[in-house]
């Protein structure tokens, strides 16, 4: 069975600082999709970043970027200049070759301080 | 473009009754997901449709079922409600049931069992 694990249950940031939240999969799949997710506490899901896992070149989004390790079976969500808007439980997924569906890791919940 | 969009946006019902929740996908997408959030339990896969037919199914019992719409909106039923069916419901549609498609959620449906 494929499996995401977050080892963070919360993390805390100041305003302006880099954070950066961690998510380890586990499957014997060779073609599959990494995502991070954020939830807001007005609980609508928003993709934050994508990574395809046949790609080497780590995906970016503005503030966001990864740090996809494909041997390690990491995929780290980095969070660069956080703002206050930024604080959400935030949702490492995965999607394995032959399923659309996602499998979610518990969550990482981030808060951002002034 | 309209997003997801789910009704009602919190039902209340007691033990042994019957839940219908709705989930209308953004233009276009033709896959439609539902996700179980439960407290503690993070987001558990439900059922996945596309273009009408049921694809996948989590491991629930059967008396959690759907369906899918000729326009490609989507139902889920909960029959026989339990208490640990509380839960936030979260629908996701995609362009395609293909694992690189990212998912678009709505904001839920918030179900409380008393």
């Known amino acids: 069975a494929q499996t995401v694990t977050q080892s963070q249950p919360e993390m805390s940031v100041q305003e302006a600082e880099t954070v950066t939240l961690s998510c380890t999969y586990d499957?014997?799949?060779?073609?599959?999709?990494l995502f991070w997710y954020k939830q807001p506490p007005s609980r609508q899901m928003i993709l934050v970043i994508r990574?395809?896992?046949?790609?080497?070149q780590n995906a970016t989004e503005n503030r966001f970027s990864v740090n996809f390790q494909k041997a390690a079976k990491s995929f780290s969500l980095k969070i660069s200049d956080s703002q206050l808007g930024d604080a959400a439980m935030y949702f490492c997924?995965?999607?394995?070759?032959?399923?659309?569906?996602?499998?979610f890791g518990k969550g990482t919940m981030l808060l951002v301080s002034p | 473009e309209a997003g997801v969009t789910q009704s009602p946006t919190h039902l209340i019902k007691t033990r042994g009754q019957q839940a219908t929740l709705r989930c209308s996908p953004i233009?276009?997408?033709?896959?439609v997901y539902w996700y179980q959030q439960a407290l503690g339990l993070g987001l558990q896969f439900l059922l996945w449709?596309?273009?009408?037919?049921?694809?996948n199914r989590g491991n629930f019992p059967p008396r959690f079922s759907g369906r899918q719409f000729p326009n490609y909106s989507s139902e889920l039923n909960v029959n026989a409600l339990e208490l640990e069916d509380s839960a936030l419901y979260l629908c996701?549609?995609?362009?395609?049931?293909?694992?690189?498609?990212?998912?678009?959620f709505g904001d839920g449906t918030r179900l409380s069992i008393l």
């Open positions: 996701a549609s995609s362009l395609s049931g293909t694992s690189w498609q990212p998912q678009h």
């Open positions: 499957t014997s799949e060779s073609d599959y999709y």
């Open positions: 990574q395809e896992a046949y790609k080497q």
């Open positions: 997924a995965c999607s394995f070759s032959g399923y659309s569906t996602l499998t």
């Open positions: 233009s276009g997408h033709t896959s």
């Open positions: 449709y596309d273009e009408g037919e049921e694809r």
